[in-house]
């Protein structure tokens, strides 16, 4: 097929050169990676996953001057071929495969994965080379944004100011001579005869009862 070329360039095609013979066959491979399990009472199964990325291969030759068959107008050297697909290579240069008229049209970004080259004695000058390409998948790492949902913040428990105490205290009667805990309690309650009351408050027993000493801080139930 007169028309059908092989083209490699990087940068948007301002470095790059058709092949000046074309390979008689090439090589395209694509693979699954598939994994197999064994599972009880179903036996082996094939969990499918993503095709692994395409390799391109093929193998011809440089040559050293214009032979009957060498396609396209531009003859370079065949080390400056070699050169190019060398540096491509060292540099780690995005690289792009384009095969135009034939059974199948490729045009597709590529990684230079294998190159082997040498000069063969029958043709001087010539260089033969084989080369492994492999599809190349632009790609960046994603920002994930977490969006962390913030605990609704818990209320800081202020301390309660302490309530005003509302139960009213007990009066203090301090004793004086010849008071009784009967004289306290007619005196404050109304009657004599809650005086065990007053006892039982201040944790007077009643052997102390009749040995009250003056002076002692009694203290008056709230009536």
């Not at 370079?76 to 034939?102: C, E, F, H």
């Amino acid at each position: 097929m007169a028309d059908y070329g092989i083209y490699l360039s990087i940068n948007d095609g301002q470095q790059g050169f058709r092949l000046p013979v074309n390979p008689p066959e090439i090589e395209v491979q694509e693979q699954g990676q598939g994994n197999t399990y064994n599972i009880i009472s179903l036996g082996e199964i094939n969990v499918i996953k993503e095709p692994k990325l395409t390799e391109i291969s093929f193998e011809s030759f440089f040559p050293n001057q214009r032979y009957p068959f060498v396609v396209g107008e531009e003859l370079l050297t065949p080390a400056s071929y070699v050169d190019m697909i060398t540096s491509w290579m060292r540099n780690k240069q995005i690289t792009r495969l384009i095969m135009t008229d034939g059974a199948v049209d490729i045009n597709m970004l590529v990684s230079i994965e294998d190159f082997a080259w040498r000069e063969t004695g029958g043709a001087v000058g010539d260089i033969e080379y084989e080369l492994t390409l492999k599809r190349y998948v632009h790609y960046a790492p994603k920002q994930v944004q977490i969006k962390v949902q913030q605990a609704q913040q818990k209320a800081v428990a202020q301390k309660k100011p302490a309530r005003p105490q509302t139960k009213p205290q007990p009066k203090i009667h301090v004793l004086k001579k010849g008071e009784t805990l009967w004289a306290l309690a007619q005196k404050y309650l109304g009657s004599g005869t809650r005086w065990r009351e007053i006892a039982n408050l201040n944790g007077i027993k009643d052997s102390q009862v009749r040995r009250l000493p003056i002076g002692l801080k009694v203290k008056i139930p709230v009536a």
